[in-house]
């Protein structure tokens, strides 16, 4: 192909380029994956292909910044539900959890099953025909099995520091004991072989909702949760030696050990900034505090004084999250909770006999009830927002969306249990239904357990915990001091549909004029790929054509809460929760080839390589390092 041929030609558009300003109109030609010219009336003539944006934005494609996409790239590298959305960079690796190390499988162990399980809630056959496909060992190995995967958007790795631990330890001595010197060493060796190897950075977590899924260590967290401080100062230093990313949680439960955990990004202490990255900054109902907190700790850490470099991540949408029966990332919290869903997916008769084991049910009930009455502490912070659970255990608040009772369906637990005694049926299935189960309730206790006994899991309920109110999502997401993103696409299959959520903070901006589009453009690409090194997040010459168009018209009347849907993927044998934004992306380009266009996939997705791994070792085009 000549120099001056193009392959598309994307017109009259109202560019925004990723850095920060207003849109202008005009054209941009594609030739050979990259961006060779941009300009008013460029000539039609020397494009194959004409793409008619005409008082549509044309962004750089954007990043999620986190995604837990690694099991997914294995049966779906597509991943076509980030690409119907405009994203064409997802950041993987999250939450210490990856495929860095391959299967991972000695001594009987299968840590990709125990680990994923719970976080995918996904079967564990599924899990176990993945972890099958798994066949290299080491990190670099890994490296060039993701450039044989044929995908969609770019992908960027991380080194997980769970299977970090596990590929130094074993899975049974990490989640048992402290690393000895010896093995500190060698996971620092990994980790430096990881950084030179280009990955973008390493992740951890401390938040109190991921478990293992198989014996015996159904009742303990991942690895990374039994960390030490020491152990994480010394693997950081590795980071932080390398320039690249801490992607972490908080321990939440211990306001102290999270400032001195993220006191970590502090160049003034430990004589160079450490880019950290930190989920996250939500409105939660339950406690008022932690986001005003979350918001001065990025104040104090990011100040001169203490030169760091935190970026609290802030999640475009209510935190609305779905149950099936009690599997929910909310219920690991909850120790009464949790011991229903330690069972795997298929084990209705295990529930079923905790559910009617008198301890377990005393349990239940004192948890359940506790502050909901009386006098005392809980009873206190419950009425203040202070409380210790992100899950409110309120009935009002639990809204029915599927259940073998088919009349309850849009209505709350609190709608259900009011009308106890007396409730009916609408056939006699039902009825009878309701006799065995809820005959004997007393109080709301009593009506949660009879609920989970007579459904199980085909009971598909939801609640909203955090972001409530859009203003003050909206002023979380425009805060400069935090970063977009929380996503957790690819994560918790049936829980959450938050793939979305970078069209949302556009539509969240689109309140406040083109300043603030430009602003939040800004921040979902060019903001994100500097953190990590990236070479995308930016439309100019020499750049990757990796390009959203989207529709402003479609985006402000995009109804983001009614337009999730549930539907079954072959790939996981198992539904997912999606999102479906018809219309409002137009185009979806990524490395110079159309992946969406018009409400429908290109047939080349899956089938030929769109994206790549981006490794923050790679050279950035000469272009693209000038302004």
């Known amino acids: 192909m000549q120099d001056t041929d193009w392959d598309y030609l994307i017109k009259g558009g109202l560019v925004f380029d990723g850095k920060g300003g207003h849109a202008t109109r005009e054209d941009i030609a594609v030739a050979d994956g990259v961006i060779v010219a941009r300009g008013a009336n460029l000539d039609t003539d020397k494009a194959a292909k004409i793409v008619d944006a005409h008082d549509q934005w044309v962004i750089p494609g954007m990043v999620d910044v986190h995604t837990h996409y690694d099991l997914e790239i294995e049966v779906s590298p597509g991943l076509p539900e980030s690409v119907r959305h405009g994203t064409t960079t997802v950041v993987m690796s999250n939450c210490s959890l990856g495929l860095a190390y391959g299967a991972q499988r000695k001594d009987g162990d299968d840590p990709v099953v125990s680990c994923f399980a719970r976080v995918e809630n996904m079967p564990k056959h599924v899990l176990k025909k993945v972890a099958d496909m798994l066949t290299w060992e080491k990190s670099d190995a890994y490296i060039d099995h993701l450039h044989t995967l044929n995908l969609g958007p770019n992908v960027v790795p991380m080194i997980p520091h769970s299977m970090l631990r596990i590929e130094v330890m074993g899975l049974k001595e990490s989640v048992s004991r402290e690393p000895t010197d010896a093995e500190l060493g060698e996971m620092k060796a990994l980790l430096q072989k990881g950084m030179e190897e280009g990955y973008a950075g390493f992740s951890t977590d401390a938040l109190p909702f991921h478990f293992l899924a198989n014996d015996p260590n159904r009742d303990k967290q991942i690895p990374t949760q039994f960390a030490s401080y020491k152990e994480l100062k010394a693997l950081t230093s590795v980071v932080r030696e390398y320039d690249r990313v801490w992607q972490a949680t908080p321990p939440k439960d211990s306001p102290p050990n999270t400032i001195k955990t993220f006191l970590l990004t502090s160049g003034r202490l430990h004589g160079k900034p450490l880019k950290t990255t930190v989920v996250a900054a939500l409105d939660v109902h339950t406690n008022r505090n932690i986001v005003r907190l979350g ?152 009506f949660v357990l009879a609920t989970l006994r007579a459904f199980d899991t085909d009971l598909i309920w939801y609640t909203v915990t955090a972001n409530r109110d859009p203003e003050k999502t909206r002023a979380l997401l425009m805060d400069p001091k935090l970063l977009p993103g929380f996503n957790d696409s690819g994560a918790h299959l049936t829980n959450m549909a938050f793939y979305d959520c970078n069209l949302r903070a556009l539509q969240l901006a689109q309140q406040g004029g083109a300043a603030d589009v430009g602003y939040m453009v800004k921040r979902l690409t060019r903001d994100v790929a500097e953190i990590f090194g990236l070479p995308v997040g930016t439309i100019k010459v020499g750049a990757p054509a990796d390009i959203a168009v989207i529709n402003p018209v479609a985006l402000k009347a995009y109804d983001a809460e009614a337009n999730v849907q549930r539907v079954y993927r072959d790939e996981f044998e198992h539904e997912q929760l999606v999102n479906r934004s018809d219309g409002v992306v137009t185009l979806t380009m990524i490395g110079g080839k159309t992946a969406w266009r018009e409400n429908a996939f290109a047939a080349a997705l899956h089938r030929e390589k769109f994206g790549r791994p981006l490794l923050v070792n790679q050279a950035a085009p000469a272009a693209m390092a000038a302004e």
Request: glycine share 6%; hydrophobic share 40%.
């Open 295 to 446: 918001k001065l700790l990025a104040t104090i850490l990011n100040s001169s004084f203490l030169d760091g470099r935190f970026h609290l991540q802030a999640l475009a949408a209510p935190f609305k999250i779905w149950a099936d029966g009690m599997y929910s990332p909310l219920s690991e919290e909850i120790d009464e909770l949790r011991e229903l869903i330690e069972t795997d997916l298929e084990d209705r008769e295990g529930r079923q006999k905790l559910l009617n084991d008198p301890g377990f049910i005393t349990r239940f009930r004192k948890m359940w009830l506790s502050g909901k009455s009386g006098f005392g502490p809980a009873r206190l912070k419950r009425l203040l927002r202070l409380e210790d659970y992100a899950f409110s255990r309120a009935l009002d608040e639990m809204i029915i969306e599927k259940c073998p009772v088919t009349s309850w369906e849009g209505k709350s637990f609190e709608d259900i249990f009011r009308q106890v005694p007396g409730l009916k049926g609408a056939d006699s299935a039902e009825q009878a239904l309701i006799d065995q189960y809820f005959s004997d309730v007393r109080d709301e206790a009593d």
